[in-house]
């Protein structure tokens, strides 16, 4: 008795899963709607802008007086050596005149953003006589240390001389955020006649 009302119920189960099945039957040709799963946008992180380092200059353009009319002022390219930098600016009088070079003229390095770098320079014990004879040149000397990468801090020195602007665009490694610490000071300039001497030299009479 019990086994014949256990195969009435495996038949109505068997007769409701067919029912089911017939009812979510798709008809032939009709298309099958899907759900679609859009995938996470992820999030990209705005990279800060770098500046572009102007070219290292491999060569430099000797001082002429074409086109000058009371000095003319050539850069040298940068001189490295552990650590420091020089630049030798090389002075000419191009008139008919003796000149008087100034003890301290306002010498300055340009940020990016054409803003001066903020420290002063400090002036040392010049060489020799600051008067120049026509056609006679004298070297404004410039000592920094260097910050390790050419796109920190200035790139453009500029010296002001006789109410004019000369300047010169370069790898000059000097300022920004990762200069050394000189007290304030943005690095060491002193006039020369001969710079394979330190500031104060004076030729023998």
């Not at 050539?74 to 650590?83: H, K, M």
């Not at 930098?85 to 070079?101: G, K, Q």
């Not at 306002?106 to 600051?130: C, K, M, N, V």
């Not at 390790?148 to 002001?160: D, I, P, Q, W």
């Amino acid at each position: 008795m019990r086994v014949g009302a256990l195969a009435v119920v495996v038949a109505i189960a068997m007769a409701s899963l067919s029912a089911c099945a017939e009812r979510t039957a798709v008809p032939e040709g009709m298309a099958v709607p899907t759900r679609s799963v859009t995938p996470p946008v992820e999030s990209v992180e705005e990279q800060p802008e770098v500046s572009e380092a102007p070219p290292l200059r491999e060569s430099s353009e000797p001082v002429t007086c074409e086109g000058a009319n009371t000095a003319a002022v050539s850069f040298s390219t940068v001189d490295a050596a552990l650590g420091h930098r020089y630049l030798f600016l090389t002075v000419r009088n191009c008139s008919a005149e003796p000149i008087s070079l100034p003890a301290e003229p306002l010498f300055e390095g340009i940020e990016e953003d054409g803003t001066a770098h903020p420290d002063s320079w400090e002036w040392l014990e010049r060489q020799g006589s600051l008067t120049l004879a026509p056609g006679d040149d004298k070297i404004l000397i410039a000592h920094w240390l260097s910050n390790g990468r050419c796109e920190r801090g200035v790139n453009e020195m500029r010296l002001h001389l006789f109410g004019q602007t000369f300047s010169e665009r370069d790898c000059y490694q000097f300022g920004g955020g990762m200069a050394p610490d000189r007290d304030g000071a943005a690095g060491d300039l002193y006039w020369a006649d001969d710079p394979s001497h330190g500031p104060g030299w004076q030729p023998d009479d």
